[in-house]
């Protein structure tokens, strides 16, 4: 069974810049796990920001960005404000398969 | 702006049925890849099966696998999920999200509990 592994939880400052990572049990994640990231307030649905890896939706704010990052996509937080506190998930495609991460609740504090 | 609304939702007995639909609007549905996501209680989010604009390519989560269904109507704007043999583990939200690896939009989802 397949497992993607996120950091259960990281605390960053308002300012500061904070980095999500999301791993496979697989081995290494690369460009054609097409990791997307989402985000999800309590009681919300979740929404989307990032896809293949580094693509923002139009709507994805500036300050979020995706990466490979030492065999693990990544999302990194530039410029983190408190409105991010929130769960983020991975989600990777394992062609035909697709399987979210755990999540990694963000706390702004 | 594009819409996803779940229905179907409610109590069942375990190992009962549930049909749930996806009526999808301000987009052309038959273009895209659609998929259903669930979230229990307190949990994360669990992808459980995705179908193909043409319904020609259909996959499902080894947890759902021969007890739930997923089909489409592009004539209707219409998603469905056909669950059968429930248990009290798919106790969930049940989300639908469009695209196909690159899922960008989410319905409000609709609750489905199993208890007896």
């Known amino acids: 069974q397949t497992v993607v592994t996120q950091e259960p939880s990281l605390t960053v400052s308002p300012g500061g810049t904070v980095t999500l990572t999301c791993a496979s049990s697989t081995g290494a994640v690369t460009s054609g796990y097409y990791p997307n990231w989402f985000q999800q307030k309590p009681g919300q649905v979740p929404r989307a920001l990032i896809y293949?890896?580094?693509n923002k939706h139009s709507w994805t704010p500036a300050r979020f960005s995706g990466s490979l990052l030492g065999g693990k996509a990544a999302l990194t937080l530039s410029g983190v404000q408190p409105e991010d506190e929130a769960e983020y998930y991975c989600l990777l495609y394992y062609g035909g398969a697709r399987v979210f991460g755990g999540g990694t609740k963000l706390t702004v504090l | 702006e594009v819409q996803l609304v779940e229905s179907g939702g409610g109590l069942v007995k375990p190992g009962g049925s549930l049909r749930l639909s996806c009526a999808a609007s301000e987009f052309t549905f038959s273009n895209y890849f659609m998929n259903w996501v669930r979230q229990a209680p307190g949990k994360g989010l669990e992808w459980i099966s995705s179908?193909?604009?043409?319904?020609?390519?259909?996959e499902y989560a080894d947890s759902v696998k021969g007890r739930f269904t997923i089909s489409r109507d592009n004539a209707k704007n219409s998603l469905y999920l056909q669950m059968n043999s429930l248990r009290v583990e798919d106790t969930a939200v049940y989300y639908c999200a469009r695209g196909g690896l690159d899922i960008d939009y989410w319905g409000q989802g609709t609750l489905v509990t199993v208890s007896s």
């Open positions: 179908i193909s604009s043409s319904s020609s390519y259909i």
């Open positions: 293949s890896t580094s």
